[in-house]
């Protein structure tokens, strides 16, 4: 055995035994190492209830030169969209950072690739019945880090594919006038809102590192294409001690009915806030990662909510530093109830270092009847393991389908598994 290849396989080992340190570190080689070195996942937190994965979606290899049955990128990200006349027809939309974006159907099959040149799609969020050319569409946002841009694509119900409706003369997000993007300090997480007051609709966008976050309300150019308009800005504050790019922020989520923005800012914890564009904009800190709190282990991510009666539900946020995931209600001041994490189940492995999730109550045929819960496994198996300045990363990554009840009955009491209270079609 040549002994580059020997160095390599003591590397995965010493990998394995060290455990997941949470965020994982920006691949800069794309030398291959090995997809069957014998890698197994990242052990279960005792105590914690654990759930199975129903199905998964093909390996996402963050490499330039992936084996032919896998696709470049490095998936993050997942919407849930559902399909106005037969649910079993939905699709999940899911970003690949620099290798675009796939449409999955509830199979986890591929039903759309986009890959454009020059672009990374780094988050996305779904809004409904948007008012465009005279007609209601649904809308998909995505944020473009490197260009700084909101992209925004309409779902044609009858082929299930992105069709692209932005303004191309939509202002940059964070670059100022007259400057180019320098595709790092620029778009990150998105959160798409309709005010429950108004009826008007509103992209939220935070800035990687830093803290800022700005709002734009979204509006009919004339020519059936979405503009935007800045109406809010924001600062998380940085923390004690820290430097500014110790206040970024990524993962976000609205609540449509109650008028609430979540913000996760990943060193620090669970930020709160109106998200009227005219409210006040006093940020309250829900919960903080350890050690100030004992909840949550950095880097805090993929924040979804289920929406249940009259107001109820839950917040679900990932833990990303411990693979696991923390279950708060929706309502009051949003109680922690308890965590839980996905193991794996035949040859379905489990998820760890999960960045994107998005839940839904909504029933989706005969595959997922009591709702979907959706997250990207950051360390998805078989490993493929890549050298980066001499230490080996995992560079495959899936997103895993979860039913919802498999969530609840976890918990005990169980968590609710109410399919009728709440559609995100009428919630206008």
Known sequence: MPWNLIFALLLAALVQA??????????????????????????????????????????????????????????????????????????????????????????????????????????????????????????????????????????????????????????????????????ETTAYGVALYRSPKSGTAYAIANRRETGDVAQWLLKDNGSGQIAIEQVRAFQLPIPEGGELEDAQTEGMVADQELGHLYIGQENVGIWKIDAEPDASAELRLLYSVRPEGELLEADVEGLTIYYGPDGTGYLLVSSQGDNTFAVF???????????????????????????????LNVPLGDRFPNGLLVVQDGFNLPAVMVEDDGELENVSTSFKFVDWADVASAFDPPLMVDTTSYHPRSSK
């Open 329 to 359: 209600t929706r309502e009051g001041d949003n109680a922690y109830l308890g965590s839980f994490q996905i193991g794996a189940a035949g040859e379905i492995d489990g998820v760890q270092e999960s960045d994107g999730a998005m839940v």
């Open 18 to 183: 060290s455990g997941p340190s949470g965020a994982s570190p920006q691949v800069t080689s794309t030398a291959p190492v090995s997809s069957d070195t014998g890698i197994a996942e990242p052990g279960l937190v005792d105590g914690i209830p654990v759930v199975t994965a129903r199905l998964e979606t093909h390996p996402v290899l963050d490499m330039d030169e992936p084996p032919a049955d896998a696709r470049m990128g490095d998936l993050d990200d997942p919407a849930i969209w559902v399909h106005p006349a037969d649910p079993m027809l939905s699709t999940v939309v899911g970003v690949l950072k620099e290798g675009g974006l796939e449409v999955y159907d509830l199979d986890g099959q591929i039903l759309q690739s986009l890959s454009p040149e020059g672009a990374r799609y780094n988050n996305v969020d779904i809004l409904y019945d948007f008012e465009l050319g005279g007609a209601l569409v649904d809308v998909i946002a995505i944020t473009d880090r490197y260009r700084d841009t909101l992209v925004f694509f309409q779902v044609d119900p009858a082929s299930r594919q992105l069709v692209e409706i932005g303004d191309p003369a939509n202002p940059l997000l964070f670059t100022a006038a007259g400057n180019e993007s320098d595709e």
